[in-house]
């Protein structure tokens, strides 16, 4: 399964804790939707999960 990491929308993350700076490996994707507006399955919220680039950048926005 390939996800297109960069067409999502809405990403939320969750789990992140400042205490764990500058790591945060404890956070996650919780939800993101595909252009077309549906929600990832939870079998495509792990392959997301796995692009740890992709997780980092999200935390990033989410913290800034």
Known sequence: MNIDT???I???VE???MNDYPDF????IAYA???SGFALTD??????NEDYDF???EIQNFIH
């Open 43 to 48: 079998a495509e919220l792990d392959v997301v």
């Open 15 to 17: 789990g992140v804790d």
């Open 25 to 28: 490996c404890d956070a996650y």
């Open 33 to 35: 939707e595909k252009p």
């Open 6 to 8: 960069k067409t999502l």
């Open 10 to 12: 809405n990403v939320e």
């Open 55 to 57: 997780v980092y950048e």
